[in-house]
Nanobody, 125 residues
Framework: QVQLVESGGGLVQAGGSLRLSCLASGRTDNIYSMAWFRQAPGKEREFVSA????????FYSDSVKGRFTISRDNAKNTVYLQMNSLAPEDTAVYYC??????????????????WGQGTQVTVSS
């Protein structure tokens, strides 16, 4: 029902910045929230950030708070993740996710119904 296309991943040196984008298409009406998760090699998928589409309320994991900023463009059905002060531990595949139904479990992967294909972010030291 909803398709997500990600872009913006790449290779960057420690201390550098990247901006990820996620474009939603299909049944984009009544989107409740969009989020970013990441998964490093050998580790489980973890929550990074989320934004509620209507209110604009944002959520961040402790590991990225103060360095990453999530934002949205409702007219373009796009969510962004500005990543600053990147470190090698930020290296992972970053996934965009969304849900069209109400839920309070903002940081749980099971809260989201649709996922992008993932984009690789590699931070070198």
């Amino acid at each position: 029902q909803v398709q997500l296309v990600e872009s913006g991943g790449g290779l960057v040196q420690a201390g550098g910045s990247l901006r990820l984008s996620c474009l939603a298409s299909g049944r984009t009406d009544n989107i409740y929230s969009m989020a970013w998760f990441r998964q490093a090699p050998g580790k489980e998928r973890e929550f990074v950030s989320a934004i509620r589409w209507g209110s604009g309320i944002t959520f961040y994991s402790d590991s990225v708070k103060g360095r990453f900023t999530i934002s949205r463009d409702n007219a373009k059905n796009t969510v962004y993740l500005q990543m600053n002060s990147l470190a090698p531990e930020d290296t992972a595949v970053y996934y965009c996710a969304t849900t069209r139904r109400f839920s309070s479990a903002t940081m749980a992967s099971g809260n989201y119904d649709y996922w992008g294909q993932g984009t690789q972010v590699t931070v070198s030291s």
